[in-house]
């Protein structure tokens, strides 16, 4: 099991940045699947981003494909999501999520096995 957690949130007005880091730890982190979930109050839990071990490949939802940036040091065992001109409507907890394998789909948090505590995000306009 690999263990999650999640930091760099906060509060940031409209049109600001984030950047978020996920440390891993526990069994190795080789070969794993990375992603960031977000969740908002009274909402189901929604994709942001997810990249492949090599980094490689990465995907994201499209309300903030043009807005944020995943990226992995593996050497750090180290995921981040750069979040950059934030809107009230990217409020929400994100959450770090590991699987052990490469290969699509990347959406569903069911296909994700290890989860960090989250981290509030909360963008004011």
């Known amino acids: 099991q690999v263990q999650l957690v999640e930091s760099g949130g906060g509060s940031v007005q409209a049109g600001g940045s984030l950047r978020l880091s996920c440390a891993a730890s526990?069994?190795?982190?080789?070969?794993?699947?990375m992603a960031w979930f977000r969740q908002a109050p009274g909402k189901e839990r929604q994709f942001v981003a997810a990249?492949?071990?090599?980094?490689?490949?990465?995907y994201y939802t499209d309300s903030v494909k043009d807005r944020a940036t995943i990226s992995r040091d593996n050497a750090k065992n180290t995921v981040y999501l750069q979040m950059n001109s934030l809107k009230p409507g990217d409020t929400a907890v994100y959450y770090c999520?590991?699987?052990?394998?490469?290969?699509?789909?990347?959406?569903?948090?069911?296909?994700?096995?290890?989860w960090g505590q989250g981290t509030q995000v909360t963008v004011s306009s």
């Open positions: 526990g069994r190795t982190f080789s070969g794993y699947t």
């Open positions: 990249i492949t071990w090599s980094g490689g490949l990465t």
């Open positions: 999520a590991a699987r052990s394998y490469t290969g699509g789909p990347y959406w569903p948090p069911t296909s994700y096995n290890d």
